[in-house]
């Protein structure tokens, strides 16, 4: 009877729980808390012009060649990312930034497939907590099959990894075959204007 039970609530942790190579996920949905949003409010009067211009200048200098100490650009075939690691942004105002985008997008024909909060647990004891918005283009499955259908930037992912040592935004538009899509430089004056 007991090795029923054990075996039972061995199987239900592990639900939890993903193991890969070197490390453990645990994944949540992502709740934003009533203060959260009270000091994005407060943050998007106050900052959110600023840290939209640091953004702004480290993506142009990448972008354009000058190069770039806390952003990196990767664009192929499937998708187009940058990744921000600013050093004058704390964890919670970097946090209120992928708020503001995914907010941008909702309003621009953009729909919230999946928010969610994951834990990875390194080998090493390394703690790494990743907020995860993953928006998709709101086509409608009939425009979807038409000619030249445009699926606007693609498949968004916006991520923000941080821990004790580490703070970083991502932002990944996904193409997917031959559709067609809006240039991932358009993406960014939507999203830093």
């Given at each position: 009877m007991f090795e029923i039970l054990n075996i039972l609530i061995l199987s239900r942790e592990k639900s939890r729980y993903n193991v890969y190579a070197g490390k453990i996920m645990h994944t949540k949905i992502l709740i934003r808390s009533e203060s959260f949003h009270l000091r994005y409010q407060q943050w998007k009067e106050k900052d959110v012009k600023i840290h939209l211009e640091m953004l702004r200048g480290s993506y142009a200098n990448e972008v354009f060649g000058k190069g770039s100490d806390d952003l990196k650009y990767e664009r192929n075939k499937q998708y187009t990312m940058v990744n921000w690691q600013p050093t004058d942004i704390n964890f919670e105002e970097l946090a209120y930034l992928h708020e503001y985008f995914k907010n941008i997008l909702l309003k621009n024909n953009y729909f919230q497939q999946l928010s969610d909060e994951r834990t990875e647990v390194f080998d090493n004891g390394?703690?790494?907590?990743?907020?995860?918005?993953?928006?998709?283009?709101?086509?409608?499955?009939?425009?979807?099959?038409?000619?030249?259908?445009?699926?606007l930037f693609g498949?968004?992912?916006?991520?923000?990894r941080f821990n004790s040592q580490s703070n970083s935004l991502s932002i990944t538009a996904n193409y997917y075959g031959d559709k067609q899509y809006d240039s991932f430089e358009r993406f960014m004056e939507l999203i830093l204007k």
């Open positions: 390394l703690k790494l907590t990743v907020h995860r918005h993953y928006l998709k283009p709101n086509i409608s499955l009939e425009e979807r099959y038409k000619p030249n259908a445009s699926f498949n968004i992912f916006l991520e923000h």
